[in-house]
Every structure is written in C-alpha cells, then in structure tokens.
C-alpha cells in the first residue's frame, strides 16, 4: 500500500464528514466525552470504532497485542485511570477476537523472546483454568475458548483497580466481557457476572 493512498483517503474522508455536517469538526475540537473505554486487540483486523460502528469522539480505545490489562503495564492503567476518573466513562469493555495471534503464540511451547513476559500472562490464564480447557479435545474450540477466558480474566484485573472500584460505588460503573468473531463479523457480549465477581474478590482487592 502507497502512502499517499492514505493522505488521498483522508481527504474524502474530510469532504464525506463536511457535506453532512459542515461543524463536524469544530465541534470534535470543543472535547470529548465518550461513555464507553474500549481496550481491545492491537490486530489490524480488528477496528474497534468499526466494528462498533461509533463516530469519533464516542469511544476512548486502548489497543494492546491480546487485549491484556496488566497491573504493571502503565500505558493500560494509564489509560483505564484517565478515561474512569477523569472523562467518567460509564461503561469499560474488554474485547478480545477469535484468531487472535497473541492467544494462539501462548499456546505454543517455545521461546518468543521479547515476547514471553507478555505471553507468560496469558499462560497463566491457561494454567487458572487448564482442568476446562484440557477437556475440550477439539484444538480450535480450545483456541476459541481461552480467547473467551482470557477476556474474562481481564475484565477481573480491571476489577482490582481502585479506579473501576470507586466508579462502581459512586456512580454505577460496568465492565463488559465482548469477543469478535472474524469469521462472521459478530459481536458476541459474554455476559460476565460484574457484581458477582466484584463481590467475590473483594475480601482480597477491596481497594477503598
């Protein structure tokens, strides 16, 4: 792909967004107030405004290789504390896809160099929940599923931060488990108990 297809791009992209509203962008430069944070995958098939089908300014959006929220990861805590306490976000989502490459690497034994402490999270959410997973004989359901468990598993680290915490308590904050499904274009919600799961971690990660 030339480069200067993308200049070329953006500027029907400007005339598109004028012709049906000529303030468009005088009115994204005033701020944003997005109610939704979506920390999703870094995979380039995966557009999270797209999929979404949100205009600028909707959505706050952290991308990451397999959509992890790590607690000594700054940029994600960053990125989580900023958009609940300071623009208010009234939803955070954890999406993770069906082909994800980060997901598949953690699933082989071998050296990823640089990779591997970022794997190693991962793997450890194989390991939380290997007793399932060794079940499932079929090597892509497995594959799918620890997609599905490894968002699940972050939405719980979200669930640890003080930020999500104080949220929760002050104004009704929910976290949101979402895979995409690359095959067919779907958003599949997971439906994870968000108060049930606050309630049980918190004889641990009540975090005041």
């Known amino acids: 792909m030339g480069l200067d297809k993308v200049f ?26 997005p109610e939704l944070l979506y920390i999703g995958c870094s995979d380039s098939r995966v557009t999270a405004e797209e999929i979404m089908g949100l205009e600028p300014g909707e959505a706050f959006v952290h991308r990451n290789i397999a959509n992890m929220v790590i607690s000594n990861d700054l940029n994600v805590m960053t990125v989580i504390n900023y958009a609940v306490k ?16 980060g997901v598949k690497a953690a699933l082989k034994s071998e050296d990823m160099g640089i990779l591997n402490p970022w794997l190693r999270n991962i793997r450890d959410v194989y390991r939380l929940h290997k007793k399932e997973l060794n079940e499932i004989k079929d ?13 699940q598993e972050q939405c719980i680290n979200l669930i640890k931060t003080a930020a999500v915490q104080r949220a929760f308590r002050e104004r009704g904050l929910i976290v949101h488990a979402w895979v995409f499904d690359i095959h067919t274009g779907k958003l599949i919600d997971l439906k994870i108990d968000f108060e049930g799961i606050l309630k049980n971690i918190m004889e641990i990660y009540r975090l005041e």
Do not use: A, M, S, T
């Open 8 to 33: 070329k791009n953006n500027e029907r992209w400007i005339k598109e967004k004028l012709d049906v509203n000529p303030d468009f962008f005088e009115n994204l430069g005033k701020g944003q107030q």
């Open 139 to 151: 090597e892509h359901k497995k594959y799918n599923r620890l997609v599905e468990l490894n968002v």
């Open 86 to 101: 300071y623009l208010k976000v009234k939803h955070v989502v954890v999406c993770g896809h069906y082909g994800c490459g």
